[in-house]
């Protein structure tokens, strides 16, 4: 497992700076300004960042970027980078800068002298966000990360500033490790037991096995698995770190491995579908922040794990389920099958824990790739109040989110014939008519947002904030939303 580093805030020390041995980070404002600790790197390598600043490249360069001087003129560092960032940069400028220093970090230490600069926390936090790389299964290439330190004005302050982003990396981290990893190490039962030692952070975490879901009635759910050797389940995780009001409801897709089942996808790509189960890692990468934290809301994530798999005792297309709300469901393709597993687990997660609000996750459509891309994932609410609050707190976070529609007139696509409703509705409207097969399963007048991160959960290229692979996305926009709605005030 990853595990990302903390950096080390130390204070500030002239005479430091000339004996670091690894790269130097200099700090220059967007007007060219240097501050304490940039001039005396200014002065030690005989005026070398001075000349850069004065020139045209560095009027050409975007804030956050950076330019590298490398084996500069009296001093150990192999090199100095220098960071064009205003003093006040917003968050998502700040963590993009620490990107980028991470990127050309190398695997030697580095030294952000980031002076008194008022967004540190977070300018280390991007570093830190960038600084991940999934190795488990490399035999020669598990090195070790290059330490950072941040020399700054406020060591203490900043620190503190610091904690609540380290723990929101942790959860990202756990988030892009589980959707890393292959279909035959993340098992369902291994994935049961990576959310089991959350009860080491103070999360109370129940598994219910098959025998449970079958006596609760969950044949939706329990109907994915039936071509699979691997038991599905249902795990069930509790954050009470708020009084004694209703949690807030997180509940994600865990499909492991997903073949389509009987209606079988192609070969081609067919290895990506390890990722499957991203709904369900970033609900346990939150349930991990909010632990990390010590957050003060009451939150539960309820996540359903099963393989989807082709066999003889597989569902088939034409087969009629019935859920645990008691809706009968139409299979028209097996390959719809994440529809299936939310449907029972929302359903329980309202009846058992009567929550004040739900959100799901879930790698859903490819209709929504072809919709939004890779920049945006898929908003779809019943409820305007909670779907602006979760708009602001992705947007807060830079972590693309766009509103979708809702409609009765996209019921008619999933009507059946001899069931309550088809699982779906052909390719038309593919990713609408998924969430209105969700609503279905929603309350009355019960608050709800379904995300289908199809597009942002894992890519083939690198982001700004993570290399190529999963990406963690909504770790930290869940969390905002919690911190900014949930959480009682301290005091």
């Excluded at 929101?168 to 988030?175: I, K, L």
């Excluded at 996209?410 to 409703?421: E, F, G, N, T």
């Excluded at 926009?477 to 959480?487: P, S, V």
């Amino acid at each position: 497992m990853s595990t990302p580093q903390f950096p080390e805030f130390v204070e500030t020390d002239l005479e430091k700076i000339a004996e670091f041995e690894g790269k130097l980070v200099a700090f220059v404002n967007t007007k060219g300004g240097l501050d304490v600790l940039s001039r005396r790197v200014n002065r030690l390598s005989k005026g070398a960042v001075v000349r850069l600043v004065e020139s045209d490249e560095f009027e050409k360069m975007e804030a956050g970027s950076i330019r590298t001087l490398a084996y500069p003129n009296g001093m150990k560092a192999s090199s100095v980078v220098v960071l064009k960032l205003p003093k006040n940069p917003d968050p998502e400028l700040a963590r993009l800068a620490g990107a980028h220093v991470a990127k050309v970090a190398g695997h030697t230490p580095v030294m952000m002298l980031a002076a008194s600069n008022k967004a540190t926390a977070t300018v280390a936090q991007g570093y830190v966000l960038r600084d991940y790389d999934f190795t488990d299964h490399k035999t020669d290439e598990k090195k070790d990360r290059p330490a950072l330190s941040v020399m700054c004005s406020d060591p203490a302050r900043v620190g503190s500033d610091y904690a609540p982003l380290a723990a929101q990396a942790e959860g990202v981290f756990f988030t892009r490790d589980l959707v890393n990893e292959p279909a035959n190490i993340l098992t369902t039962v291994e994935f049961a037991n990576r959310l089991i030692a959350l009860k080491g952070l103070g999360v109370n975490v129940t598994v219910l096995e098959e025998k449970e879901l079958a006596k609760l009635g969950m044949r939706s759910l329990l109907g994915v698995g039936l071509g699979s050797e691997t038991p599905t389940k249902l795990a069930v995780m509790e954050w009470q770190g708020g009084g004694k009001e209703q949690p807030f409801a997180l509940v994600g897709k865990g499909v492991v491995f997903d073949t389509g089942g009987i209606s079988i996808k192609p070969a081609g790509g067919m290895e990506d579908m390890t990722m499957d189960m991203g709904g369900a890692g970033v609900v346990a990468g939150v349930m991990k922040t909010l632990a990390m934290r010590n957050a003060k809301a009451n939150v539960v994530g309820l996540v359903g794990l099963v393989e989807n798999m082709p066999d003889g005792k597989a569902q088939r297309p034409g087969d009629v389920v019935k859920s645990m709300k008691g809706d009968t469901i139409e299979i028209i393709n097996t390959d719809a099958e994440g529809r299936l597993v939310l449907a029972d687990v929302l359903w329980y997660a309202q009846q058992t824990f009567n929550p004040t609000g739900v959100i799901n996750l879930a790698t859903l459509t490819g209709a929504i790739i072809i919709g939004l891309g890779h920049e945006n994932a898929g908003v779809f609410a019943n409820n305007d109040d909670l779907a602006d609050k979760f708009l602001k707190a992705a947007k807060n976070e830079a972590e693309g989110a766009w509103r979708m529609p809702l409609a009765p007139a996209y019921d008619k696509l999933i009507k059946s014939r001899i069931a309550d409703m088809k699982n779906t509705g052909g390719r038309p409207a593919g990713s609408i008519t998924a969430a209105q097969f969700l609503q279905r399963f929603i309350q009355d007048d019960m608050p709800w947002i379904h995300l289908d991160i199809a597009g942002v959960a894992a890519l083939k290229t690198a982001t700004d904030l993570a290399p190529k692979g999963a990406t963690g996305w909504g770790v930290r926009a869940l969390d905002r939303l919690i911190a900014d709605n949930y959480e009682e005030a301290d005091g």
